[in-house]
């Protein structure tokens, strides 16, 4: 039997850069930013830098939307229809977003030839699932083996953030201990981490300095990794910094990526964190 040629699609709260999702050849399906009356394909009809900068002054916050099942259905059928016997379709954690449900509920025009894949994360958590079931799905690998290498992947993931504030993450409605200690933590930085689909609280530092140094802290804690992303939203510069201080004692090259505006939506400006794959 010749090799199964198996197409990768994702979201763009994988927040994968450009130049990977070429080499990769992963097809990202953008979501929709919704502010005041208009609404956005992410990274299509809006820039990062636009978006963040105007974040602060914006009432209503924005909000976001899932893109609508008929889009996925659109490239599931374009990659089928061109030569692509399996489609495998990995996105945001359900249990956050409706972007899985949509994807799920679009295979169902493709019996046994798409199958839906929950990361349980966002981000380069996401992302790097992406990335290692495409490396497999381009050495020939049937749907089943990449099935499982995702799975792998999705247990050695790690997305570990520290907010500005916590404010965005209270509106946005979808962390329910959030609104409990909003007064508490007003002038101190949130730490955040993803897990098993939900974002859990992992304390505070009284200053971002502190903030900066305990994530560098985290990032070594992780131990050995094949991959490794530093996350911001709108704070570059500090991003930079931390890879500096990490440098010597990286195994990998990492990306230094400017968060989604999906993401940033919910997180708020100014942000810091990191992504990882354990080896």
């Given at each position: 039997?010749?090799?199964?040629?198996?197409?990768?699609?994702?979201?763009?709260?994988?927040?994968?850069?450009?130049?990977?999702?070429?080499?990769y050849?992963?097809?990202?399906?953008?979501?929709?930013?919704?502010?005041?009356?208009?609404?956005?394909?992410?990274?299509?009809?809006?820039?990062?830098?636009?978006?963040?900068?105007?974040?602060?002054?914006?009432?209503?916050?924005?909000?976001?939307?899932?893109?609508?099942?008929?889009?996925?259905?659109?490239?599931?059928?374009?990659?089928?229809?061109?030569?692509?016997?399996h489609?495998?379709?990995?996105?945001?954690?359900?249990?956050?977003?409706?972007?899985?449900?949509?994807?799920?509920?679009?295979?169902?025009?493709?019996?046994?030839?798409?199958?839906?894949?929950?990361?349980?994360?966002?981000?380069l958590?996401?992302?790097?699932?992406?990335?290692?079931?495409?490396?497999?799905?381009?050495?020939g690998?049937?749907?089943?083996?990449?099935?499982?290498?995702?799975?792998?992947?999705?247990?050695?993931?790690?997305?570990?953030?520290?907010?500005?504030?916590l404010?965005?993450?209270?509106?946005?409605?979808?962390?329910?201990w959030?609104?409990?200690?909003?007064?508490h933590?007003?002038?101190?930085?949130?730490?955040?981490?993803?897990?098993?689909?939900?974002?859990?609280?992992?304390?505070?530092?009284?200053?971002?300095?502190?903030?900066?140094?305990?994530?560098?802290?985290?990032?070594?804690?992780?131990?050995?990794?094949?991959?490794?992303?530093?996350?911001?939203?709108?704070?570059?510069?500090?991003?930079?910094?931390?890879?500096?201080?990490?440098?010597?004692?990286?195994?990998?090259?990492?990306?230094?990526?400017?968060?989604?505006?999906?993401?940033?939506?919910?997180?708020?400006?100014?942000?810091l964190?990191?992504?990882?794959?354990?080896?």
């Amino acid at each position: 039997m010749g090799s199964v040629k198996v197409s990768i699609v994702t979201d763009s709260t994988a927040d994968i850069p450009e130049h990977l999702l070429e080499e990769y050849a992963i097809s990202q399906i953008p979501n929709i930013l919704v502010i005041g009356d208009q609404s956005y394909e992410d990274g299509v009809q809006i820039s990062r830098e636009d978006f963040y900068t105007r974040l602060p002054a914006m009432n209503p916050l924005p909000s976001t939307a899932t893109p609508a099942t008929a889009k996925f259905q659109q490239v599931y059928e374009k990659l089928l229809s061109s030569g692509s016997s399996h489609v495998m379709s990995i996105h945001a954690s359900g249990t956050l977003s409706g972007i899985f449900n949509s994807a799920r509920i679009a295979s169902q025009e493709f019996p046994g030839r798409v199958e839906v894949f929950d990361s349980q994360f966002v981000t380069l958590g996401l992302g790097f699932q992406c990335l290692d079931a495409a490396e497999a799905a381009l050495d020939g690998m049937p749907i089943e083996s990449i099935l499982k290498i995702a799975e792998v992947a999705r247990k050695k993931a790690c997305v570990i953030a520290m907010l500005d504030t916590l404010e965005y993450v209270r509106r946005s409605g979808r962390v329910s201990w959030a609104k409990a200690r909003i007064g508490h933590l007003l002038r101190l930085k949130p730490f955040i981490e993803l897990r098993d689909g939900l974002v859990h609280s992992l304390g505070e530092t009284r200053t971002r300095r502190k903030g900066i140094e305990r994530l560098i802290e985290l990032i070594h804690r992780q131990g050995a990794m094949k991959r490794l992303a530093i996350l911001h939203t709108n704070a570059e510069a500090e991003a930079y910094q931390i890879l500096q201080q990490l440098s010597p004692r990286l195994p990998t090259k990492p990306e230094v990526v400017f968060v989604t505006t999906i993401i940033g939506a919910h997180v708020g400006p100014n942000g810091l964190g990191f992504a990882g794959l354990a080896l």
